[in-house]
């Protein structure tokens, strides 16, 4: 069995209200979602879906696979003077 981590990031899109995610170790992955649970969920089936179209872990062998996910958030807000 072949175990691998991947490193994603999160950030949190205000202008389209939604959590996106990205990563320079998994190939073409590229997603949204309202929550950063609900992202998280998504990533649990892209992730191994496109390791496996890009071939970097094999289809036919057992594999674990460990995602990162770094989440950033900015917000603004305003102090009462």
Known sequence: MT??????AAFWDAD???WTASSEDVP??????????????RLRI????LL???HII???KASIVAIEITSHWHELIQVAA
């Open 28 to 41: 073409g992955l590229a997603t949204e979602a309202d929550t950063l649970e609900a992202l998280t969920a």
């Open 58 to 60: 094999p289809e036919n």
């Open 3 to 8: 175990k691998m981590s991947y490193k994603i």
């Open 46 to 49: 892209l992730v191994p879906e």
């Open 52 to 54: 496996q179209l890009n």
């Open 16 to 18: 389209a209200e939604v």
